[in-house]
Each structure stands twice: as C-alpha cells, then as structure tokens.
C-alpha cells in the first residue's frame, strides 16, 4: 500500500465522523506532520503519514517530539488499522467538546 492511499483513507475517516484533515506545510518549518485533524470534541492530532514500514526521518521525528512536549498529540501512522485505532480513540473521547454558551 502507498503512502497517498493511507493518507486518503485517513482523511475520508475523519471527514466520516464530522472531523476535518488538514494537509499541513510550514513554509518556515520543513519537516513538519503531514495533516492536522480537528475533531468535533476539540482534538487535534497531527500525523505524520508513511507507507507501511517506513519511518519518518530524524529531522521529522524532532518535529514530532516538539509537537509532543507542547501538549499535542502527533503520531506516525503507517497502516489503515492505524487510522482505524485513531478514530476509535477520538470516536469514544468522552472530553467535553467546546460548545458555545447560549446567553
């Protein structure tokens, strides 16, 4: 399976359960993730997509980290079951959603 075939089964998955994927480029940052998943729950996830197997290079695993010791969930996803866990986690986050108040 090719890298653009998880990507695009990770966007029609997020878009599935109301959620939007991102394609992410910094053009002052390079190794960035490459999409930002908003979720209707408030969550966002940066993933880094790979074909199976593969690993992201030094460079984006700094950016990942980074992403990480900010507070952000990042993930490196390589498999459709990977993106299947991802919308079962963020599917079942019984996190309040930022909803707003009616005055």
Request: proline share 6%.
């Amino acid at each position: 399976m090719l890298e653009k075939q998880i990507e695009r089964y990770l966007r029609e998955k997020v878009k599935k359960i109301g959620g939007v994927a991102y394609k992410f480029t910094s053009p002052q940052r390079r190794s960035v993730p490459d999409r930002l998943c908003l979720f209707k729950n408030g969550d966002v996830v940066f993933v880094e997509v790979k074909a199976p197997g593969k690993k992201p290079t030094p460079n984006q695993s700094r950016e990942i980290q980074r992403l990480i010791d900010l507070g952000f969930k990042a993930l490196v996803i390589d498999t459709r079951e990977k993106v299947d866990s991802l919308i079962e986690e963020v599917s079942n986050d019984k996190k309040d959603s930022c909803k707003p108040t009616q005055h």
